[in-house]
């Protein structure tokens, strides 16, 4: 079964640091460009990092420099760290799989279900 599980959400202060996982089974992360996107209520999906092995990761410039994108293909799992966290970084995080090198929403094959970040005081 084909299928992409994120753990490793949570509650956090702002300015702490939180790593996401995501497990890909029935499939190999090496076979596509893998991503992070999130959500916050009311917002429309939006695409944060972007990974492959050969090229450098892409990054929205909301978390440019504060996430960083990497992942492990003998464990066929991608993370998200995520340092300095805003309370505007507050979003459900889905893990995803394309086929097109970009961060938008209409190309991707493959979606999780998804991991609740929430920063606040």
């Known amino acids: 079964q084909v299928q992409l599980v994120e753990s490793g959400g949570g509650a956090v202060q702002p300015g702490g640091s939180l790593r996401l996982s995501c497990v890909a089974s029935g499939f190999s992360v090496t076979d596509y460009y893998m991503a992070w996107f999130r959500q916050a209520p009311g917002k429309e999906r939006e695409g944060i990092a972007l990974?492959?092995?050969?090229?450098?990761?892409m990054y929205a410039e909301s978390v440019k420099g504060r996430f960083t994108i990497s992942s492990d293909g003998n464990a066929n799992t991608l993370y998200l760290q995520m340092n300095s966290l805003k309370p505007e970084d507050t979003a459900m995080y889905y893990c995803a799989a394309t086929h097109h090198w970009s961060l938008t929403t209409e190309h991707v094959k493959i979606w999780g279900r998804g991991t609740q970040v929430t920063v606040s005081a």
């Open positions: 990974f492959n092995r050969f090229d450098r990761p």
